[in-house]
């Protein structure tokens, strides 16, 4: 019995490398776009800026930040139970986070490394980013006995299609929703580092600065091809993405609540806050913000999480497959109709909210 608590249960591809998390909807996606149409931009309006943030890349201020210390080299039995699944889970789900990045942005600076220097090294020098992020969370796996295969996740997982500007609108909000998660977990843990169970959360605050300039490159490049701002389309689609990302890392992070409470957060209090800091900052070039201080904002989004608990609760039951989807049907329906109640709240005007003129 004690065995089994100290070592949770996960299917292995063989001994010591996990099976990849199934793929659902709130799963870390894998993408892919259009390259040519990437390559034909014309990034002149805005080329200053963009060659300005490729220097900040080149000058790669964490090439020695990834280095693990002393602090590792122990057991980490301690962490047990239940709190030991879900903190391999937050691994292997930032992980995969990173190392998708890292494949898009190799790709990209592949395809476009004839057609387009200045954004073919910027987004190899952003790969280099990534792959450090990776391996650092794959190595820090493998300190509780588990790691990923990241070539055989290269080859199994989907990939995601995606025109340029979507691809654009998604990861620039990965990378400040990334910053602000980051940097938040780290101040709380400055503050009380009695909460602090593991040390890859010192390395939270340099990482988060990488995570920042990723986001300020594609928000220069978004500002290069204004047309992806500043019309009624841009307003829909800035709704959308945000609404998407929002959702997705609240439905995640309440479904883990008890990993956050072993490092001293509430869940709920915490996302609400790096909601609220990512819609500020995606207002300084999204040309609408989300209304996220009106309480029905969460209180929609604690239906879609009491829905999910009932949707898992019927998926474990011992309910035969085909009744399962009638089971489930009117919690599916629920979600959808608090999602899209949640896109046609009325938005805030960025530019009004920031007095700014774009």
């Not at 599916?332 to 949640?342: A, E, H």
Request: aromatic fraction near 16%.
């Amino acid at each position: 019995m004690v065995d089994s608590l100290k070592k949770p249960s996960f299917d292995e591809m063989r001994p010591g490398i996990k099976v990849p998390a199934k793929e659902t909807l709130l799963t870390p996606r894998f993408y892919t776009t259009d390259f040519d149409e990437m390559a034909r931009m014309d990034i002149s309006v805005n080329e200053d800026e963009l060659k300005a943030i490729l220097e900040e890349f080149r000058a790669d201020y964490n090439r020695h930040h990834f280095v693990r210390d002393a602090e590792f080299e122990q057991s980490w039995d301690h962490i047990d139970g239940e709190k030991r699944q879900l903190f391999i889970e937050f691994l292997e789900r930032s992980c995969t986070a990173e190392f998708s990045g890292f494949l898009l942005y190799k790709e990209l600076s592949r395809r476009l490394k004839d057609k387009s220097p200045v954004l073919a090294e910027c987004f190899s020098l952003m790969s280099r980013d990534e792959a450090r992020h990776a391996g650092f969370l794959n190595k820090a796996m493998s300190d509780f006995n588990m790691s990923l295969d990241l070539g055989f996740l290269t080859k199994s997982r989907d990939y995601t299609f995606f025109k340029p500007k979507f691809i654009f609108y998604a990861t620039y909000l990965s990378e400040k929703i990334g910053y602000w998660r980051y940097i938040t977990i780290y101040r709380h843990l400055e503050s009380h580092p009695e909460d602090r169970i593991y040390p890859i959360f010192r390395f939270f605050e340099n990482w988060c600065q990488d995570e920042n300039r990723h986001g300020d490159f594609f928000d220069a490049i978004m500002k290069a091809q204004p047309q992806m701002l500043n019309d009624w389309r841009a307003r829909l689609w800035s709704r959308f993405f945000l609404l998407s990302v929002f959702a997705t890392m609240y439905l995640n992070d309440i479904q883990r609540k008890d990993f956050y409470a072993a490092i001293g957060l509430d869940a709920r209090e915490y996302d609400i806050y790096v909601i609220k800091k990512t819609n500020e900052t995606a207002g300084r070039v999204f040309p609408v913000m989300l209304d996220v201080e009106t309480p029905e904002f969460y209180q929609r989004l604690d239906v879609c999480v009491q829905n999910n608990e009932k949707l898992t609760a019927i998926a474990n039951s011992n309910t035969p497959k085909f009744l399962q989807f009638f089971q489930k049907l009117p919690y599916y329906v629920s979600n959808g109709w608090q999602l899209l109640r949640l896109y046609l709240m009325k938005p805030i005007d960025a530019m009004a909210a920031h007095g700014t003129v774009r």
